[in-house]
Structures are given as C-alpha cells and as structure tokens.
C-alpha cells in the first residue's frame, strides 16, 4: 500500500485562482513528519515544508497553506491567488520516526494557466 | 551557503561504459541520499548514508550500483556497466540529522545511456 497518496496527477487552473493540492498520509507511528517539495520545470526540488505529527496548526507562508488533519489522515496544500511560477510539479512526503525512509507521493503537476 | 553540489549535470553515454556521479552535502550535514526520479517509477531512494556509513542501501537496484562516502564532503555513486534502463534524474540530498529531518537536494544529475 502506498504510504503517500496524491490523487491528483495534474490540475490546471486560471492565473488568480486558488488550488489546493491532496495529500493523504498512511502510518502506524504516532511520531512522523510530513513535507512538501517543488519541482519546477527546471527539475530541482525545493523544500518548502516540514510538519511534525504533534502540531496540527496549519500553517501560512504568504500565498501558501497547509491544512495539517490527523483525523483524516491527510496534509493539504493551497496556493492562493495562484501565479505562472506556481507551475510545477508538487510532491508531498512522509517519514517515520521508526525507520530511514522519505516516503513520496507520486506527485501533483500543476499549471496555471495565464 | 552552498547548497548540495552534484557533478555532472548531464551525461550521455553508451551502454556498458561506467558511469561516476559525484555529490557534495551541504557542510555539516550529516545524512546523505541518492535517489533516482523516472517518469515510470517516480523518486525512489537507493542509498542513505549517516556519517559516512551506509545504513540502508535496500533500493540500489542490483550489482552494477555501487555508492561510497569516503569522507563528510564527499559521495559517489557508480553504475558499471550502465545499461539504457538506467537513464533517468540522479539526485543527491543531504539533511542534518537522521532520515526524519528535513533533506535539501541537489539540481540531480541527467543521465542518459544510449
């Protein structure tokens, strides 16, 4: 079973729009960490952020936020206002307090469409 | 700061050469990573190294791969004899800490066998 789950292989929305991006978690620690990365068309991939199990606030980082629900299991992205710089492909991830692996999604490619 | 460095960016090469890349953590990270990125099986982790020992090479994918650190700065990982199915994006990323932490990539090497 996949430990990350992105639904979403690719959405396309109007520059401006708000998305959000799925991302839903499976684990039987009760301690693990949860990411997101970039990967823009150029190919590197960019951290953006890092969520430990204990702390559900969700967070903000201007036109970005995460929903962060242990209850259903999941780790959500939104880009607000979104823009042409958006565009790439958006990885979530999970590891485990027990254990040395990363484990990613298969990814979600956006594009925003001026 | 540097982040991680990795060399070549690109290489092209015929089947059954010997392929060498080389990676360089960010200073004073103590965790490193190989992973390769296709279209097919997405990123996948071949080999983690915690102070310069391999802890869990269980995704190198056969004989032919082989990754050392000999030193904090320095990572190799090498393919003798490469083979076409080997074409794909090599990335390096490196964290402080264990597999938890937060790891920062590489621009990932472009590997092509033709």
């Known amino acids: 079973a996949q430990k990350v789950t992105q639904a979403q292989t690719e959405i396309s929305v109007v520059e401006k729009e708000d998305v959000t991006l799925d991302c839903v978690y499976e684990?039987?620690?009760?301690?693990?960490?949860l990411f997101w990365y970039k990967q823009p068309p150029s190919g590197e991939l960019v951290f953006l952020i890092r969520r430990n199990s204990f702390d559900e606030q969700n967070e903000i980082s201007g036109r970005y936020s995460w929903n962060f629900q242990k209850s259903t299991s999941s780790f959500n992205f939104t880009i607000t206002a979104s823009q042409v710089v958006d565009s790439a492909v958006y990885f979530c991830a999970l590891s485990e307090r027990t254990g040395n692996q990363f484990y990613f999604g298969t990814g979600t490619s956006l594009t925003v469409i001026p | 700061d540097a982040g991680v460095i990795q060399s070549p960016r690109h290489e092209v090469t015929e089947m059954g050469q010997e392929v060498t890349l080389r990676c360089k953590p960010i200073?004073?990270?103590?965790?490193l990573f190989w992973y390769r990125q296709t279209m097919m099986r997405g990123l996948e982790l071949l080999i983690y190294f915690n102070n310069n020992v391999p802890i869990d090479d269980s995704g190198m994918p056969e004989d032919r791969f082989s990754a050392k650190m000999p030193n904090a700065s320095f990572s190799t990982l090498k393919i003798q004899p490469s083979e076409p199915r080997d074409s794909a994006v090599y990335f390096c990323?490196?964290?402080?800490?264990?597999?938890?932490?937060?790891?920062?990539f590489g621009p990932g090497t472009r590997l092509l066998v033709l």
């Open positions: 684990t039987r620690d009760t301690t693990y960490y």
């Open positions: 200073s004073g990270h103590n965790s």
């Open positions: 990323a490196s964290s402080f800490g264990r597999a938890q932490e937060t790891q920062y």
